[in-house]
């Protein structure tokens, strides 16, 4: 098991219990590279079904990874699965999950009051000393750490990237409170399950996202203006741009919900800026359910 013995401050502890809260696209995804690099994981969700769900993606990524990394050695890919799952445990209370953590990231749905909430409920049962982290893609951390006043020293963001397994990046966000030996420990943790970390400061979309989500949002906005197809944007930025996948495509991966509840964010704090002001084709999409890939439909049909 990886543990840091760096020199903390008394009130900080070293890393190897892990609790996720959300279990879904993001969750999920973090949940198997921190079991991957030997921590003990707790993943939570609201429901035995969505958590099944989860413990099954897990299994089938790491099958992915295994057979990649350990081409020609069977056994070894077998254990690499099987250890990983050893490492991981589900709950349905976040409180519980919290009790012994020493890192909690929550990844659930892009809600601040939802966040708060459960920030609330974790500093209840959460130790002292414990890194509390957000996996947020658009909200400010200082504004989440808000809720839990006396954790604002071990708070910060911790912005991982989809598909988790696969992308090399972590931005690791600071806030004007938290503590360098907290920082450090989560630029730390975020190296020791193999990633690149990116410090960041606190402003909206940190860095990626800040260009990333604009730029999804103005191919849809191509697209409902009729300049072009879905089809004929993803190709032309896969070709000419170099990017692995077409913005279109992209805003399906990422899922639709997400990406609204994004630019709704922003537009409500910045109504003057034209790059965050929403698009009614994907409000549309969303309240049909057509969330993108995790539900199979979106602007395209997925497997
Ligand atoms: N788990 C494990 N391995 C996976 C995987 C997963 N979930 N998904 C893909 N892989 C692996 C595959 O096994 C494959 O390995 P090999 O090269 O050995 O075959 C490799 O990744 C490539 O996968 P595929 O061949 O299936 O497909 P691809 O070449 O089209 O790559 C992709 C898929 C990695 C997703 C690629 O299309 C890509 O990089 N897309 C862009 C993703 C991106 O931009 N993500 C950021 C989104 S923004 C965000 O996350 C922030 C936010 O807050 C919104
Ligand atoms: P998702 O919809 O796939 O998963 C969210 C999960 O949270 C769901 O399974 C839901 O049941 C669960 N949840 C909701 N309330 C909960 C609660 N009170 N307790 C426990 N679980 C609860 O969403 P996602 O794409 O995984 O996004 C999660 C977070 O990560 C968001 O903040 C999002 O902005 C961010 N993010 C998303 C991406 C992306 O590409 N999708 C990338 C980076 C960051």
Redesign the pocket.
């Known amino acids: 098991l990886r543990q840091f013995s760096l020199q903390y401050t008394m009130s900080s502890r070293s890393i190897s219990k892990v609790t996720v809260i959300g279990a879904g696209l993001m969750g999920s995804g973090i949940a198997q590279v921190s079991a991957q690099s030997g921590y003990q994981v707790t993943l939570v969700d609201l429901n035995e079904q969505l958590l099944g769900k989860a413990v099954q993606s897990i299994q089938t990524?790491l099958e992915?990874?295994a057979k990649?990394q350990l081409k020609d050695r069977p056994e070894e890919a077998k254990q690499l699965v099987s250890k990983t799952m050893a490492n991981l445990a589900t709950s349905q209370s976040a409180a519980d999950a919290a009790k012994s953590a020493d890192l909690v990231v929550e990844a659930v749905v892009e809600n601040l009051e939802l966040k708060r909430s459960l920030y609330r409920q974790l500093d209840s049962t959460a130790p002292a000393g414990c890194l509390f982290a957000s996996n947020t893609?658009s909200l400010g951390i200082a504004e989440l750490a808000e809720a839990v006043p006396n954790r604002k020293p071990t708070f910060g963001g911790l912005?991982f990237?989809?598909?988790v397994?696969?992308?090399r990046l972590v931005e690791v966000v600071r806030t004007p409170d938290i503590t360098e030996a907290a920082f450090n420990q989560l630029l730390e943790f975020s190296r020791s399950l193999g990633k690149s970390a990116v410090p960041c400061k606190d402003t909206p979309g940190f860095i990626?996202?800040r260009l990333?989500v604009p730029y999804l949002t103005e191919a849809v906005r191509m697209l409902e203006r009729g300049d072009a197809t879905a089809e004929d944007i993803d190709t032309a930025m896969r070709l000419g741009a170099g990017h692995?996948?077409g913005p279109i495509e992209?805003a399906d991966?990422?899922g639709l919900d997400?990406t609204k509840f994004i630019m709704d964010g922003w537009h409500a704090k910045f109504p003057n800026v034209e790059l965050f002001k929403p698009s009614d084709m994907l409000n549309k999409l969303v309240e049909e359910g057509r969330l993108g890939r995790k539900t199979g439909l979106g602007f395209y049909k997925w497997d």
């Open positions: 990524s992915r990874v990649k893609s912005h990237f989809n598909p397994p696969v992308m990626v996202n990333l692995p996948m992209l991966y990422v997400t």
